[in-house]
């Protein structure tokens, strides 16, 4: 019982004996969570934390919300499983697809969705239709997907290999071949001396358009992005840089397909994340707060225009679209979703991420006072903080010292669920439920974390 936690724990746990995202094996301890309620959780002790990091950026509305619980209750008394395959619909599967697509960004609103359980899957999915569509089309070869570093995706071997973070490619011979990667847009990493925020977009969309063309056009499918890198370190586009990288996709046949497995349904104070960064995605895969995390459930939407070329293209060889999971459309995952979105417009959630967005990012952005801060950014309510050795020149810790490992271990002892990502950051992405009082205390705490780590530093 011990291995599949431990490995699951290699990526996303951050715990005082686990070195963040390095992907270093893990020893002592794990914190072992039994209960949440609201914007807490409690270990098995009775600690009680503030869950700022939403458990993996998913759980929206929170912990034991009762409406959530008796949707997948009654679901499951009324019809606890049935699957879409071979002339079979489950119709809490098509009501949550109508739902989802009448949410969804303009450009696909006539678009379909395609149900999974996991992030992982909704971009794998992506692949298979992109490969599938492109083949109908006349072009077979038209395979490769262009992502970024830094890009977090999932991590079964499609999305695993588009993903592009060091410790999700070591030692399993990942990226696969048809994967290749680009720049990633943090202007504050990667920006150079005198380099205006214009003159990085233009560098990354001339680096772009190189990759396409030392491929050749008609072998690349898709360019993958995040509207904001997530696990990659809360990276936020620079002005410009969606629109920047659309067009040079448009010029060359290259589909855009936007992963809003963080940032769908509300995140940004925006419903989708494409919205707040001027992405048009073509395709677009969402995940995690679709069920607030209650159960698992993934939803590849993808564009009209592909759907019908493959819906005729099937017609015509009288064969089938041979993708689908046992549980796609799983009815309890859809009868959650379902109540899920009711509650978010009910309760108008958008709004009040709108009207909480100020204070969580003048509270953020309040920390780059602090010595260890060299950048804090974020959006609506999801932000990071880098933490530097020398503020002036950007110079980071050295590794060993594992310093965002020690704020996600300071702020634990004062009773606050942070996560470390790669490069001495620390992000914050707490429920969309929290109030101001919940949003000053988690930063007054990460503060206080950060102050312990300094000082633990000194010494
Ligand atoms: N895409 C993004 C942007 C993610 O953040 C994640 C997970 O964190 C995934 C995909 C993969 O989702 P899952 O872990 O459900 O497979």
Not at 3 to 13: N, T, V, Y
Not at 28 to 45: E, H, N, S, T
């Amino acid at each position: 019982p011990a291995l599949r936690p431990a490995l699951r724990g290699m990526r996303h746990l951050t715990t005082s004996t686990q070195t963040s995202e390095s992907g270093s094996l893990l020893t002592g301890q794990p914190l072992r969570i039994v209960a949440g309620k609201g914007a807490m959780v409690y270990d098995d002790a009775g600690k009680e934390y503030i869950e700022a990091m939403a458990g993996l950026w998913c759980t929206a509305l929170g912990w034991g919300h009762e409406e959530l619980v008796e949707a997948a209750a009654s679901q499951m008394r009324n019809l606890s499983y049935y699957h879409c395959f071979a002339g079979r619909q489950v119709p809490i599967a098509e009501e949550l697809a109508d739902k989802i697509i009448s949410l969804a960004p303009e450009n696909l609103k006539g678009g379909k969705v395609f149900f999974g359980m996991s992030g992982s899957d909704a971009n794998d999915t992506q692949v298979r239709v992109l490969w599938h569509y492109n083949t109908i089309r006349g072009l077979p070869q038209k395979k490769k997907i262009i992502a970024r570093a830094g890009g977090y995706h999932g991590v079964t071997l499609a999305s695993g290999s588009i993903t592009a973070l060091p410790h999700v490619h070591a030692q399993m011979g990942l990226p696969l071949d048809f994967v290749r990667h680009v720049s990633c847009p943090s202007f504050y990493r990667y920006g150079r001396d005198g380099e205006s925020e214009a003159d990085f977009v233009r560098r990354l969309a001339a680096e772009l358009e190189e990759a396409i063309l030392k491929e050749g056009p008609d072998q690349v499918a898709a360019f993958f992005a995040e509207p904001l890198q997530g696990a990659g370190g809360v990276i936020l586009p620079p002005a410009g840089y969606f629109p920047a990288m659309r067009e040079v996709c448009e010029r060359y046949d290259v589909l855009v397909v936007g992963d809003e497995v963080i940032t769908g349904f509300g995140r940004t104070g925006q419903m989708w994340g494409c919205t707040a960064f001027q992405q048009k995605a073509d395709f677009l895969s969402c995940a995690k707060q679709l069920t607030s995390g209650y159960v698992p459930l993934s939803a590849a939407i993808i564009p009209r225009f592909a759907y019908e070329a493959i819906e005729a293209s099937t017609e015509r060889r009288g064969g089938v679209f041979g993708h689908g999971y046992t549980y796609t459309g799983h009815p309890v995952s859809c009868a959650v979703a379902l109540k899920m979105l009711e509650i978010f417009e009910r309760d108008q959630l958008l709004e009040k991420v709108t009207q909480l967005a100020p204070l969580f990012q003048q509270r953020l952005l309040g920390l780059s006072a602090h010595p260890l801060v060299g950048n804090a950014r974020g959006i609506g309510l999801i932000g990071a903080v880098e933490l530097v050795k020398e503020k002036e020149t950007k110079q980071p810790y050295d590794a060993s010292r594992a310093v965002a490992a020690k704020v996600v271990q300071f702020a634990l002892e004062r009773g606050l669920i942070v996560r470390a990502l790669p490069h001495d950051v620390v992000s914050i992405c707490p429920p969309l439920i929290v109030s101001a009082a919940d949003v000053n205390e988690i930063f007054d705490r990460l503060e206080g974390a950060l102050s312990d780590a300094l000082a633990a530093l000194e010494s």
